[in-house]
């Protein structure tokens, strides 16, 4: 939580299959400068996504609510849950699937971190998809998709 | 929920044109839609085929990609035909 302890908002972070080693680190990242600026942060994966995260944070230092990936699309499709800001990695069809879904079902500000060797070209598939775009080209160095969220991040603190 | 896997690994372009080529009735559903307690996920809209109560749709699994389902369900059916909107 931030210095002021106040929620700024509710976040959540959705993870698709852990191929891509950048997926679990930038996820991390993600939850980590989410909670610091005040963001209340889901994430919501596959099994083997979660435990990737759970057996790097076994304390939970920087992970709050873990939740099906399933699941959470169900409670979102139903109305039951909402989130203010919505990260969904992409990185084949099935997270341009989960993306655009997430665009679609809810109400808050919808991010697709798009990753992995083709990445270009997913961007390029994703056109006409009602969500902002941030895309690193890569699968194992995970410092250009980490500069790329530090610049959304900033605009997203500071436009709180 | 028993069904048969028809297609897969395809787009969702490849999955509607299917719909579109082989069912007789077809609708659109928005993302999220219930059916058979698991929730459509996809590029809007969606296109579920129907020939009498066999339904062909796309369903994505994260690590699978999309697959191109066949059902059969008179309840989903008959669901789908007040619920989705006719295309």
């Known amino acids: 939580m931030n210095d002021t302890q106040i929620p700024a908002g509710t976040g959540l972070v959705m993870l698709g299959c852990p191929q891509i080693p950048i997926q679990t680190s930038a996820a991390l990242y993600l939850v980590h400068r989410l909670r610091k600026a005040g963001f209340t942060t889901t994430v919501a994966g596959t099994k083997a996504a979660r435990s990737l995260l759970e057996v790097a944070d076994p304390e939970r230092a920087y992970l709050d609510e873990v939740i099906d990936l399933d699941t959470c699309i169900g409670m979102v499709a139903e109305r039951e849950r909402d989130f203010d800001l919505c990260f969904v990695f992409v990185h084949n069809d099935a997270g341009i699937a989960y993306s655009a879904s997430m665009a679609a079902m809810s109400e808050g500000r919808v991010y697709a971190v798009i990753v992995g060797g083709s990445a270009e070209e997913i961007l390029a598939q994703m056109d006409g998809i009602p969500c902002e775009k941030i895309m690193a080209k890569g699968s194992h160095n995970p410092l250009p998709m980490k500069r790329k969220l530090d610049g959304v991040l900033e605009w997203v603190v500071s436009n709180r | ?87």
């Open chain 2, 1 to 87: 929920m028993k069904y048969e896997i028809l297609e897969r690994q395809v787009s969702f372009r490849e999955a509607a044109e299917y719909v579109r080529k082989h069912m007789p009735e077809r609708y659109e559903v928005p993302p999220g839609y219930r059916m058979c307690d698991i929730h459509i996920i996809g590029v809007p809209p969606i296109l579920i085929g129907v020939e009498g109560t066999t339904l062909v749709f796309p369903f994505t699994k994260p690590c699978h990609g999309t697959f191109l389902l066949r059902l059969e369900s008179a309840e989903e059916t008959e669901h789908l035909r007040k619920a989705g909107k006719r295309v």
